[in-house]
């Protein structure tokens, strides 16, 4: 079976974190409408919901990925970078603990699931001010016996790795250029080196982060000029809008936990 785990908006958004953006007001209810919708896409696509209460003390709880890194093998759960999300970590490790041991990233580790891009055993991290050396190096400890290879690579100018770069096919990735360096990618290994790298429009920056479900890409209809790149390359795209959790820095990625039960 499938699942994806979720959260609900926290009615206390508006005091979300924000690192790369301005703070605009966030229409709770559009967003929670928003929300539903992205809700009903995984729905659509066979996943089974597991839709955890939001919780009012924590603005960023809707983005549940951040909390948690979950393989076939294991969950590791994980410390956030934003002190004011670490309270998050508890109601999904509840939920996970039913499906895979747990694994903590403990102090003086930092990791945010955002930062983490699964390509097979290639594992990619981002180094960012959520995402710190030694939790990479606890994510690593956690996923070699497994067979995974994990690879720390910098981001400059967004919060997160996925908010610079998401696959969009087992052998292809949509990134911003300005964000992530295509070189440093390239390097990590022979296989990397051969995946297709497709750019976003210069226009729609934010648009790297895309939600893959089997061979359909989630993508947000903020980003129209991108979504033609993807459709002019033969992949299959259906459109959300996502514009309100946008202004909390939360992509679609952001939005669940996509896994095997
Ligand atoms: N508002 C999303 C985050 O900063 O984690």
């Not at 946008?246 to 939005?255: F, Q, R, V």
Request: aromatic share 4%.
């Amino acid at each position: 079976m499938q699942f994806a785990l979720t959260r609900e908006i926290s009615p206390a958004i508006a005091r979300c974190e924000l690192t790369h953006l301005e703070r605009v007001a966030v229409d709770l209810h559009r967003a929670r409408d928003q929300h539903a919708a992205y809700i009903e896409r995984l729905h659509a696509h066979g996943r089974t919901v597991i839709a955890l209460p939001a919780d009012p003390e924590s603005p960023d709880c809707v983005f549940v990925e951040d909390v948690a890194v979950v393989t076939d093998e294991l969950a590791v759960i994980t410390r956030p970078g934003a002190p004011s999300r670490r309270d998050e970590i508890v109601p999904v490790a509840r939920a996970l603990g039913y499906f895979r041991p747990l694994i903590p990233i403990v102090p003086p580790g930092t990791l945010d699931g955002g930062d983490v891009l699964r390509l097979g055993r290639t594992v990619l991290v981002g180094l960012t001010p959520r995402s710190n050396e030694h939790g990479i190096a606890q994510l690593r400890a956690a996923l070699e016996p497994h067979g995974y290879s994990t690879h720390a690579l910098r981001v400059d100018g967004c919060l997160h790795l996925k908010t610079a770069v998401t696959a969009i096919g087992d052998h292809a990735l949509l990134y911003n250029p300005r964000w992530i360096d295509r070189e440093a990618l390239a390097s990590v290994s022979p296989a990397l080196a051969a995946f297709e790298l497709v750019e976003v429009d210069p226009e729609e920056p934010f648009a790297a982060n895309v939600l893959r479900l089997d061979d359909t890409l989630l993508v947000p209809a903020a980003h129209p000029r991108t979504r033609a790149r993807l459709l002019a390359r033969g992949l299959t795209c259906e459109t959300v809008a996502a514009d309100e959790l946008a202004k909390a820095e939360g992509a679609l990625t952001c939005c669940s936990i996509l896994f095997t039960g």
